[in-house]
């Protein structure tokens, strides 16, 4: 099994609609096929390279900045992802912690190109799309199942 595994434990202030960072990371096993990582990370994003289907699990805490709902979304090449999303609601700013949590399995798969198969890499980011939150503890792990 191949993995990737990123975790921030710094407090971040996220406002609506802004990436979160997801730090550095703690644990990878991977290998390159044919030259080609299996996964790439920038700190903002992990980018999936090769064909495969992955699971894809994110655990965040948060607080609002406000009351109203927290949600954290999955984002996959700068779109949404339906269904993969958690969110919250927050009554008092500031004090009250939620935890979040997205479970996902997603696929990358190649395509033709001009006659040649090239693999349709995915780019993976998380998003707060709820209240502005300070988000801790952020880890996603992705585990390459087949």
């Given at each position: 099994m191949l993995l990737l595994g990123t975790r921030n434990i710094a407090t971040q202030d996220v406002v609506t609609n802004g990436n979160v960072e997801l730090g550095s990371i703690y644990r990878r096993y991977c290998k390159r096929i044919n030259g080609t990582r299996t996964f790439d990370f920038t700190g903002e994003d992990v980018i999936l390279q090769q064909n495969g289907i992955y699971h894809i699990t994110v655990t965040a805490v948060a607080s609002g900045?406000?009351?109203?709902?927290?949600?954290?979304?999955?984002?996959?090449?700068?779109?949404?992802v339906p269904g993969a999303f958690a969110n919250e609601t927050i009554t008092t700013a500031d004090t009250e912690f939620r935890t979040l949590v997205i479970d996902y399995y997603t696929l990358v798969d190649t395509t033709t190109v001009l006659g040649c198969n090239s693999t349709v890499a995915k780019e993976l980011s998380l998003v707060n799309t709820g209240i502005e939150a300070t988000y801790t503890n952020v880890i996603m792990n992705i585990d390459k199942v087949v």
């Open positions: 900045s406000a009351a109203g709902v927290v949600a954290l979304q999955l984002y996959e090449n700068g779109f949404a």
